[in-house]
């Protein structure tokens, strides 16, 4: 029973293919584009106008430099809300649950603003290893802590996302065998579980959104450092 549970985050295949290509391919399909008319119906100006507003709070802090980001991480933010809302419904699979998809996000983003701050200001972008006003017998000591929290950036990136999501589905999967079990033997119980498994359904769905914010906002504070 215990393996059992860990059964839905395997990447499923169809006549050995991985369908996880299929997973990532389908959020795009689902979007609505706009239209030639001028005036659009209400869920694609709904759309544009979070679009909008996330875009905006998103690249506030960001100078001019940092703007030229904006269609890659507004992409990201929405591809990564979606992966996450579908993988909630019944028989599907999540591919965000990978820690080798998140990783795969994490460290290219990570490592391209490293390599726009080494460009464009390499004396400030080495600056952030050394705070200012250290003592001298703690330079060598805190330039390697330094180095050690900037590789640590993309894992800790990918572990949180992996691990929020795999741990509310665990979750889900859990109560929801409490439920069914305990159905024939306390209906009254089952009920009260049913209940918090409505609850936690919607606090992972507030989960699914919230995870894709902080990855998407993480990037753009290593990018605000390194523009």
Not at 11 to 37: D, E, K, N, Q
Not at 54 to 73: D, E, I, R, S, Y
Not at 194 to 212: D, G, H
Request: aromatic content about 10%.
């Amino acid at each position: 029973m215990t393996l059992s549970f860990f059964d839905q985050f395997m990447s499923p295949t169809y006549l050995g293919i991985p369908l996880i290509a299929v997973a990532l391919t389908l959020p795009w399909i689902l979007f609505p584009t706009p239209s030639a008319r001028w005036l659009n119906n209400r869920l694609i100006t709904l759309q544009g106008w979070f679009i909008n507003r996330f875009t905006q709070q998103l690249l506030l802090p960001l100078n001019l430099g940092g703007h030229k980001w904006a269609v890659m991480l507004t992409s990201l933010m929405l591809f990564l809300i979606t992966l996450n809302m579908l993988g909630l419904l019944p028989y599907t699979f999540t591919p965000t649950t990978q820690l080798s998809l998140n990783m795969g996000l994490a460290v290219p983003l990570w490592l391209a603003t490293v390599i726009i701050g080494m460009r464009n200001q390499p004396t400030a972008a080495l600056g952030h290893l050394l705070p200012e006003g250290t003592p001298v017998p703690l330079i060598p000591v805190l330039i390697i802590i330094e180095t050690i929290s900037l590789f640590i950036r993309p894992l800790a990136l990918g572990v949180r996302l992996t691990a929020n999501l795999t741990a509310g589905h665990l979750l889900i999967q859990l109560i929801a065998t409490a439920a069914f079990v305990l159905l024939p033997m306390m209906p009254t119980v089952a009920v009260l579980t049913s209940i918090v498994l409505f609850l936690l359904t919607l606090l992972e769905i507030a989960v699914a959104m919230i995870q894709a914010y902080v990855f998407v906002l993480l990037l753009s504070l290593y990018l605000q450092e390194n523009v």
